[in-house]
């Protein structure tokens, strides 16, 4: 019901009325899109559950672990040509490539060709750029022949400029292919705000303005506040004073998986102490626990932030709403900075806020 740590989807998912039906949106026009927000906002959890209930072929490429392209251009093509009754390619064209081209010649249901040409490209040794691409252009033939439109999700796309392309630039390379490819829609999920700002809204990259841009805000207080109390209720917990609730997730400011984890410790402590009624000393501890659980990670991001010079003055000043000593173009320059880092976000012209009510906590102790 309230779950930390992995993507959710189905009953564990909550709020993001909007963003479903926009991202839908995007799936259903074949309109490429890519989503930014800071770590742990539900970007993947969003479009796992934007994906739930649909029918076409859809890949999800984890960037953030793939250790080397070629893995990429391999699971590319395992999926594809598993899309046509040819299951483990990659596998089977390492193990024995005549026996793979023997066995599956007469009975493949796509081109011929296009099937000989892929077991003769991969035989042989080539660079990964090469491959990724490749393994791109012969997905996007084999969706366009199946009818199937293909959908590639690539998460935490920054880091593709982390993995090791020899000479080339992978993004142009990238860009290339991707542009001509009717058959298939293109995804991208991304973490590190400056990277994929970088990637998809600088003049100079070749993604920029490539596809839909979309970004990911904290959860609506409104929406959710409803939903977590009808969900409790069928377990028949209530909350005894909802001015008090709302004021947590207020104090929470919308952040989804710092929200979930109280939700999450409430839960717990209802069980435990077989509650049915949530006071709000039981919110509190709730807020506490999962404060403390979350520390660890909390002294990372002070460390993180002190890498650069000011961020951390600034930041600490912004949460406990001191005057900055930093003033005009100084000052703002580093509210991009830590805007571009994921940590603060600007609400509206001049005011900036935390995204992580739990840094908040921590600076203003
Ligand atoms: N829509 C949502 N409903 C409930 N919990 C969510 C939602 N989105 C995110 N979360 C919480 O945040 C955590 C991280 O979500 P995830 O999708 O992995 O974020 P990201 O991909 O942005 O890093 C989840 O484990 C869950 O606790
Ligand atoms: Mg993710």
């Known amino acids: 019901m309230f779950k930390v740590g992995k993507p959710v989807t189905g009953k564990d998912f909550f709020d993001r009325s909007k963003m479903l039906k926009t991202v839908k949106q995007q799936i259903i026009n074949d309109q490429d899109f890519m989503i930014k927000a800071p770590r742990r906002y539900g970007k993947t959890s969003l479009v796992k559950q934007v994906l739930v209930d649909n029918s076409r072929p859809t890949l999800y490429l984890d960037l953030r672990r793939a250790p080397r392209l070629e893995v990429i251009a391999e699971q590319i093509i395992d999926f594809t040509y598993a899309q046509v009754g040819i299951t483990g390619f990659f596998s089977k064209l390492k193990n024995d490539a005549f026996l793979l081209l023997r066995e599956n010649r007469q009975t493949v249901t796509i081109n011929l060709e296009l099937f000989e040409y892929s077991v003769e490209f991969f035989a042989k040794q080539r660079d990964a750029c090469d491959m990724l691409i490749e393994a791109l252009e012969i997905a996007n033939k084999i969706s366009d022949e199946l009818g199937s439109r293909f959908i590639f999700i690539f998460d935490e796309f920054q880091d593709i400029v982390k993995l090791d392309c020899g000479e080339n630039d992978i993004l142009e390379?990238?860009?290339?292919?991707?542009?001509?490819?009717?058959?298939?829609?293109?995804g991208f999920l991304g973490s590190i705000e400056h990277l994929m700002t970088e990637i998809f809204e600088n003049k100079k990259s070749p993604f920029y303005n490539f596809c839909r841009k979309l970004k990911l805000t904290p959860f609506d207080i409104d929406e959710l506040q409803e939903e977590l109390i009808s969900v409790l209720e069928k377990k028949r917990i209530v909350i005894e004073n909802k001015k008090v609730f709302n004021d947590l997730l207020h104090r929470l400011g919308g952040h989804p998986s710092n929200t979930m984890l109280v939700m999450q410790n409430i839960y717990y402590l209802a069980l435990e102490m077989e509650l049915k009624v949530i006071t709000d000393d039981t919110m509190t501890e709730a807020y506490e626990n999962a404060y403390y659980e979350m520390l660890d990670l909390v002294e990372q991001y002070v460390h993180e932030l002190k890498s650069k010079k000011h961020n951390y003055d600034v930041i600490y000043r912004l949460a406990r709403g001191e005057e900055q000593a930093l003033k005009g173009a100084r000052l703002n320059q580093v509210y991009k900075s830590l805007m571009e880092m994921g940590y603060v976000f600007n609400e509206e012209r001049g005011k900036y806020s935390v995204h992580d009510g739990f840094l908040v906590e921590y600076l203003k102790a």
């Open 173 to 186: 390379a990238l860009r290339g292919a991707m542009q001509h490819h009717a058959a298939i829609t293109y």
